[in-house]
Each structure stands twice: as C-alpha cells, then as structure tokens.
C-alpha cells in the first residue's frame, strides 16, 4: 500500500477510497478494444466553443465510466460520427502552427491518432508540489487556482474542462 511522508494516506478523489484500495472507477469509457475517445470539446482562446462533437467507437462499449467521461448510453443513441470523421474535422480546425491546450492532451491525442508538436499542458504548468510521477487533478487546479468547483454531478463536461483548461492558461501569460 502506497502511503505519504508521515504515514498519511490520501483518498481517491473520485469516491473517498483510501490510498491502496481499488476505487470506484477504472478509466474513461471501455471498449472491447480498449480506451476510445467519444466526445471532443474544443474552445477557441476566448473560450468559445468551437467544436463539441460525439463520435462512435470503433467496436462494442463495456463501460461508459460516466463518472470520468461524463457519456451515457443516450448521448451517442443517434450519433453516425466516426472516430476518423472527427479526426478529419479537428485537423481542418488547427494547423501545424496552432497551439493546442489541454489537461493531459498526450493521451487524447494518441487515441485520436493526431501528432502534433505544439501543445500545452496544464498538468505540466500546474504541477504537484511532490513532483513527478504525480498529477494534478484539473478539478484540484481549478479549484486551488481559479477558485472554481468544476466536475460536479454526473461526470466530466467537457465544455466545462475545455473552458477552465483555457483560463487557467491565460492566467499563466
């Protein structure tokens, strides 16, 4: 069981779970070909929102993982998008000279399979006081620095991370 300096464990801030234990949640929505990406949410440097899509997965869904990915069931009853069509719209919207901003973009990228050398991320400008390997959670940093409870209620909003993930930018520059 992992434990802090002093013996003080922290919880999961998903359920309250104590440092070791399982948890509640295991990672964003699971197909049975693994994490896929099923909504991208992107705002331009004022936070408006310029893309906000849901596509399919490429094969069955095991697990929505609501509570991280903030989709359910009735969020994609009607979607045709595929995960090569919203790829196709993201590289129409940015060039190689776009700076993208995220919170862990690397992953949503590679799941994305978009390369691009231009990226800012807020687990990088934010970092934990105790160093690497550990992260920050974008609701701590909204919280500790925007003074804004995010990430309330049924799951990430996407919008809503778009948009705190840009401010807390413009709070760097």
């Not at 691009?116 to 909204?142: E, M, Q, W």
């Not at 209620?153 to 809503?160: N, R, T």
């Amino acid at each position: 069981m992992h434990q802090c300096p002093g013996g003080v464990q922290h919880p999961h801030a998903c359920c309250g779970g104590t440092s070791g234990s399982k948890g509640c949640i295991n990672a964003p929505i699971h197909t049975k070909k693994g994490i896929e990406i099923c909504k991208v949410t992107v705002v331009d440097s004022k936070c408006n929102v310029v893309y906000d899509e849901y596509c399919l997965p490429t094969t069955d869904i095991i697990d929505y993982s609501t509570i991280w990915s903030g989709i359910k069931e009735e969020h994609l009853k009607n979607v045709t998008k595929t995960t090569e069509e919203m790829r196709n719209d993201l590289l129409a919207l940015f060039n190689k000279d776009t700076i993208l901003v995220g919170h862990g973009l690397g992953s949503d990228l590679m799941l994305l399979k978009i390369f691009h050398s231009k990226v800012i991320d807020t687990l990088i400008l934010y970092p934990h006081n105790r160093g690497l390997p550990l992260r920050r959670s974008l609701k701590d940093i909204a919280k500790t620095e925007l003074r804004r409870d995010i990430q309330n209620g049924d799951g990430h909003d996407s919008k809503e991370d778009a948009e705190v993930t840009m401010r807390l930018l413009l709070r760097k520059l």
